[in-house]
């Protein structure tokens, strides 16, 4: 094709060519940029980082010296603050920061996803922060709201026409409410974002950034300071701060696990007391807590010992008996034998009224690892009772346990079903015994 | 003339008779070695510990220089009541009878089994062997490295960092496959600088630079990239494993700055190598740092809003 072209045709392909690269080259990513006046330079995330966690936003590259950003933080959002002291600037920063986005390819569709304006309200002599979003961009152009000066002076509830109330409404917002300032926040997903957003910013009173830790990574740290931090008192305070305070139940379980790691090695009693707190059902809806929990507390009545658990330690235990979670039954039952003759009462009540066939069952299993003249007692009692042939098989192994081979016999006598029958003759008959 | 036909003749009978015996020669292998192996081949039950005994027993015979050799590597392979050391020993012993041969079945033969007692040994029979034969077992080894067989990539690599805690000249060759064309072969060269690493983490510090040159190094220029202007970074495998690396060799300062970058796809598994790298009051800093509790929010504005996020000014 080139061949049948003059010279003039070639060179016109050749420098279309040229400028055709050198668009596509100009309207690819920015890898990089810095904002001069913030001192802050964006970089692009690892593009391995998206694919694997899912990561959006840039990497603080260089970062301003009197701000409390660090270098690598991974910034997601650029948030700029507009004071308003009359309508005029309020309703500019409102428009400013709830215009739709619209790239040149959309043509005639609007992006709305990020149209919203968090307002700086003063009502009744405090401060508080109502995010105005147009959640139904096909229902709403307007966010519903009326001013005088820079107060609200009527808030419009909807349109006979939407189903949806006006964003006004719907976030709150009411007559009266003062608008002290207008905060746009800004979603930075690339570096071009970002650029885009802080020169948008640039008549901004303050700029801010948020920052973000991965939840992955969060976890995978949580787990590390669980398998290095035996030696740290500061590793168990911030392990305990997040099994407690933390919303996402998988970092709260990570904490909880690595709390788990960290019980052999206390020589407090911290751990032991927020153990406890997490055992109980009604303090801890979360089930893998509450089974974590209970490994600690097996975990530090070795450690520690029996004497470091109080009469509400027993107790708290006790309760962990009728668990809706066997796991925790179980756990619990292995807790009460470590701590001896002070549970027997507690085991009593769980053999002969517990809620379950299985903590009667874990009960008697835990009576037989006491053992003594009163765990007998209370497993001969419950021999003579018991109706369900697993249970009379758990507590005869328990009795054989503790010395109860003169019982077993006598229970022999009783015409007990074939089969425990035949197993209770073997435990007797059986050199241990 | 006739002189002539009776030299014939007399060359024509050598001949003969050098070729009877070479027939008899070769068929007359020592009979436990030939029973052993036939065993080998047959469906017996025990035909293994069978087979492993007759070995023993030709042994115990007068065995010419091959057949030693071979009953030597057979009983290196099919010994499995045998210690490994034995094992490496007498696969070494059957390297050194017949080098050319046994070399190179130790390469491509049995260090590809599956059992990890004969891979042990055969790498210890290597390392023997490696005092007196470095070059050939040297270029067998980076062959396979460079090589198109995933499995003989690996198996290499991972004799290699095993040599290289006693050769230091085999470190060049490791840096040269780090940067080889084909992404398999660098990432075996990285498993075996963490192979090194297990054996001599002091050796395998000097990778160090070029470790971290595969996690944060900037990326090539391609034209096909030219679009997003990024440019073909290392394989996200080979970057994982150089993490691992660091970890196995005792990197920590070196995790802690990949940690510290939270624009990085590595986190993740610097946590996990400083985990193998174990803890130092540094480390539990560091990780304690990363778990500090949000801020509040700047001038009482609700970070909540934002979960897991925190609201830094920075105007």
Known sequence: ?433 | MKCKGQALKGFQGVCALAALALIFGCGQQNESLTEAKSLLKSEKRNRIELAANQLKQALEAELTSRDEAEARYLLGYYGINLAVEKRAELFSEAARLEPRRYEDSLIHEALRDQDSDIREAVRAALAERYESRKEPIRRALMDALKGKDNRARADAAWVLGYLAAQDSALKDGIKQALTHKRMETRLNAVAAIEELAQHNPEAARSFIPELLEKIDGKPKRVWWKVWDREGEREAPETRALSVRALGTMGAVDELLGVLRNKGSSLRADALQALIAAGGSETTIDALLDLLQEESGGADGWNSSRRDGQTLTQVR
């Open chain 1, 1 to 433: 094709m080139i061949k049948g072209l003059t010279t003039i045709q070639r060179a016109g392909w050749i420098y279309a060519a040229v400028l055709l690269t050198a668009a596509l080259a100009g309207c690819g990513e920015l890898n990089e940029w810095k904002d001069e006046r913030l001192g802050l330079t964006a970089e692009r995330l690892d593009p391995q980082l998206e694919d694997r966690w899912g990561a959006k936003g840039v990497a603080a590259a260089q970062v301003p010296p009197s701000s409390d950003l660090e270098q690598g933080d991974l910034i997601t959002h650029l948030a700029a603050r507009y004071p308003v002291s009359t309508q005029g600037e309020l309703e500019a920063a409102l428009k400013r920061a709830m215009a739709p986005q619209k790239r040149f390819w959309h043509i005639g569709a609007e992006d709305r996803s990020d149209a919203s304006a968090l307002l700086e309200i003063e009502r009744n002599g405090e401060t508080i922060y109502i995010e105005l979003a147009a959640r139904k961009p096909s229902e709403w152009n307007t966010h519903g709201a009326a001013f005088s000066g820079t107060q609200v002076s009527s808030v419009r509830a909807g349109y006979e026409s939407s189903q949806s109330l006006s964003p006004a409404e719907a976030a709150g917002l009411a007559p009266g409410d003062r608008v002290a300032a207008v905060i746009d926040e800004e979603a930075v997903e690339s570096v071009k974002a970002f650029k885009k957003a802080a020169e948008r910013a640039q008549n901004a009173a303050q700029i801010y950034v948020y920052t973000r830790e991965l939840a992955g990574v969060k976890i995978e740290a949580i787990h590390a300071v669980g398998q290095l931090g035996a030696d740290s008192p500061e590793a168990l305070d911030r392990l305990l701060a997040i099994m407690e305070r933390e919303k996402d139940p998988a970092v709260r379980r990570t904490a909880a696990r690595a709390l788990e790691a960290l019980a052999p090695s206390q020589k407090d009693k911290r751990l032991l007391e927020a153990a406890l707190r997490r055992l109980n059902e009604a303090n801890e809806p979360d089930v893998e807590i509450r089974r974590s929990a209970a490994s600690m507390i097996e975990s530090l009545s070795k450690t520690l010992g029996a004497n470091a658990f109080d009469e509400n330690a027993v107790a708290s235990a006790a309760e962990a008996m009728n668990d809706s979670d066997p796991g925790v039954q179980l756990k619990a039952g292995v807790i009460l034998s470590r701590l001896g003759e002070r549970s027997l009462p507690a085991l009593r009540s769980a053999l002969n009224a517990g809620e379950s066939l299985r903590v009667q069952d874990i009960a008697a299993s835990a009576l037989g690892d006491i053992g003594g003249n009163e765990a007998r007692r209370e497993l001969i009692n419950a021999l003579r009772t018991a109706e369900d042939v697993t249970l009379q098989l758990t507590i005869a192994t328990a009795l054989a346990k503790v010395g109860g081979t003169q019982q077993l016999r006598a229970f022999l006598q009783t015409s007990p079903s074939p089969g425990v029958e035949e197993f209770v003759r073997q435990l007797v008959e059986s050199p241990d015994s």
